[in-house]
């Protein structure tokens, strides 16, 4: 079972980035994304569950970032737009074969499987 993150990159204040994260192995229910600033504790940004219908984004991310799944890819985004120099950090994907309630979505230890991180950095 693995998780591969990709789509980092260095972006200016206001632009764009879409992220990737690839399953390979197994199907997963549910999966989140999380990023780690410097000096900083790894933090929940968004997560999907079940066929996609179910989304649920931190408050810092939420109308700017967006999460969706392909299935038929396996594959899950996170489209993020109008970045800021906050933004930046390295960015995980985590995944769970079952669900996990809407409760639990933020807390990391209710995942799995890890990603390997791809760093995002927004300059200002």
């Known amino acids: 079972v693995q998780l591969q993150a990709s789509g980092g990159g260095l972006v200016q204040a206001g632009g764009s980035l879409r992220l990737s994260c690839v399953a390979s192995g197994r199907t997963f229910l549910t999966t989140g994304w999380f990023r780690q600033a410097p000096g900083k504790e790894r933090e929940w940004v968004s997560a999907?569950?079940?066929?996609?219908?179910?989304?649920h984004y931190a408050d810092s991310v939420k109308g700017r970032f967006t999460i969706s799944k392909d299935s038929a890819k396996n594959t899950v985004y996170l489209q993020m737009n109008s970045l800021k120099p906050e933004d930046t950090a390295v960015y995980y994907c985590a995944a769970k074969t079952g669900r996990i309630i809407v409760s639990e979505v933020h807390r990391a230890g209710a995942y799995d499987y890890w990603g390997q991180g791809t760093q995002v950095t927004v300059s200002s």
């Open positions: 999907i569950r079940s066929s996609g219908t179910s989304t």
